[in-house]
């Protein structure tokens, strides 16, 4: 369902001011050859002729500044302003950047994430990763960051500055152990504070072995404040202490997603960002919409109108023409 606002707009409005100044010309130039031509019609015409003479005149010179006014308005591109109601599975990214949400980004920096199975090291690649997350969401949204291995770490609150948040992103280092349940326990609740749509995206090999260790609690915790948790593995099953499971299920119970890094080379990265970055706010935005208003443009309809009163002005330009 589309509503319209009014009045029209244009994408290029100097058009149509040139076509008003154009008009204002030729208004100007007619004015000053309108006394000869009366003078001409009072001696070269019957007097029954003159009335209908006249009506003629001001059709072919009202023509005349259709003509350029349809013409400057076409060039200028005019909408008219719309709102529309659109599915949020549907939203594309330029619709879903009219809303903003805030997200978490929780970065597992525990020694295992040295190892090499993703090159340079799995910390590196979540490192490449949440940068290009960072790029990805909309100018809007509120990311925060937390470090974690043992406890927490790094903690950066909820901005739009994303250089400060990329300076802390590149600046992380490794620690002992790994307390994955202790992070979203921070991260839920500095969050849950904020309006609007929230949620948190864990880029980790997955092992949780110290502090908080109920990650079914922590989910069920999330879940209920309707906070989704998106889970990237960045790690391979089998290699050293890498375990998927754990993240898919606490983006089961949740709601979010489970995505899985199976290559490090930074085009299939940024592939793959700009998926779970639209699938994040998507994911946000539906704790608490059904469908989202979207600012549109109506193109269409003053195209045809405009088209319409050119044609006809040059028909009519023609007819009475003299």
């Known amino acids: 369902m589309v509503n319209w606002d009014f009045p029209l707009r244009f994408e290029s409005p100097a058009y149509g001011l040139l076509g008003m100044v154009l008009g204002g010309v030729f208004i100007l130039f007619f004015s000053l050859s309108y006394r000869n031509l009366r003078i001409a019609e009072k001696r070269l015409e019957l007097a029954k002729w003159r009335i209908t003479r006249k009506v003629i005149r001001i059709i072919n010179v009202g023509m005349k500044m259709g003509v350029i006014l349809s013409l400057t308005f076409l060039l200028a591109t005019p909408y008219f302003p719309a709102t529309m109601k659109v599915p949020i599975e549907e939203a594309t990214e330029e619709q879903m950047e009219q809303y903003s949400v805030t997200m978490m980004m929780l970065m597992d920096v525990s020694n295992s994430m040295k190892a090499s199975d993703l090159k340079p090291s799995r910390l590196e690649v979540s490192k490449s990763m949440a940068e290009l997350l960072v790029?990805?969401?909309?100018?809007?949204?509120?990311?925060?960051?937390?470090?974690?291995?043992?406890?927490?770490?790094?903690?950066?609150?909820?901005?739009?500055?994303?250089?400060?948040?990329?300076?802390?992103?590149?600046?992380?280092?490794?620690?002992?152990?790994?307390?994955?349940?202790?992070?979203?326990?921070?991260?839920?609740?500095?969050?849950d504070t904020y309006e609007g749509g929230k949620t948190l995206v864990l880029f980790s090999d997955g092992k949780n072995n110290w502090g908080e260790k109920n990650l079914t609690s922590v989910s069920e915790d999330a879940a209920y404040r309707k906070i989704p948790i998106f889970t990237v593995f960045v790690g391979t099953y089998g290699i050293g202490e890498a375990d998927p499971l754990s993240l898919r299920e606490m983006s089961n119970k949740t709601g979010g997603k489970f995505y899985e890094v199976r290559n490090e080379e930074i085009e299939s990265l940024a592939t793959e960002v700009s998926k779970i970055s639209k699938e994040v706010k998507a994911g946000a935005l539906k704790t608490i919409y059904n469908e989202l208003t979207v600012e549109t443009k109506n193109y269409e309809t003053p195209t045809i109108v405009f088209s319409a009163v050119l044609v006809a002005a040059l028909f009519l330009t023609w007819f009475t023409g003299v």
Do not use: R
Request: glycine share 8%; no cysteine; proline share 4%.
């Open 135 to 191: 790029d990805k969401m909309g100018k809007k949204d509120l990311i925060g960051f937390i470090s974690f291995a043992g406890e927490v770490f790094d903690t950066m609150l909820p901005t739009t500055n994303t250089t400060a948040l990329k300076n802390l992103i590149n600046n992380q280092t490794y620690h002992p152990s790994t307390a994955i349940g202790t992070a979203l326990e921070a991260a839920i609740g500095t969050i």
